[in-house]
């Protein structure tokens, strides 16, 4: 294995050989036994490009990480290439890296730099790029449903991953207006019932033009079917008040709605019988 530095990158210079036994030459069976190859291809291609960028950062006179310990980020000395294991999951499955270990040669403590040059928190497994496309997958269709598309193409990726990725990024989405875009939404109670301890309710969605067309989800939430809209347009409302153009918000005629930003903030209403599609 050899790495060159390039304008953008280095070059790795990746050779393997496996042994594998293929029943017969149709396509199902070469991809099946393909498949039995990925995680070690996985881990061995990942190991080479880590190892490969490390010599690159340590040849380095200012390394891309600084010691977590007094902040040199010049001086340090190699103990270890291939370390303690470590899991992380890739887009097709968790594979275990051997660490990558440095040890600062101004105050002597040691660091693991794998995490770092894969550009992931300390500790974690799944990056926030592989947790997104969980997300999406998730979001989507069923997580059972999720997990089997998966299992068609390769991966070895369960529901439960993909239900915990789901939960994460959707608890850090924050819904509001955005005061770039244009100062125009729509609003209506989607009609759907909410089951499962929240009988008689439904979700309510506010959505924004875009200035570069489409819309964007700008408030949801689960409420009443002839409740209060104040949940939902709470966070918005200093944001309404920012457009230099008067606001128009296009509704079905739901009172409710009105009632929420009564005495808040001055909007054009426009009665729609068809918005939300």
Known sequence: MGATPQQKGITIEFDCQFRVCVVQSSFSSIMKAFLMLLPQLLEDFFQKVLVGFGEHEMAQERKSFACQCCGNDREFIWKTRHGKATIVLTWFRYITLKQLQVQCKACGSKQYITRTLLGMEPRKRITEETRRKLVLMGALTSYRV???????????????????SVQRVGAGIDFVLDENEVPRCEADGTGVGITIAKRGKELKVLVQYKKRGGIRVAGIDIGNYNGSWDKLFQKSIEVIKKFKEPFLLLTDGDTSIFESLKGKVTVLVQRCLWHIP
């Open 146 to 164: 999720s997990e089997k598309f998966g299992k068609m193409f390769g991966w070895a990726i369960d529901k439960m991953t993909i239900w915990r």
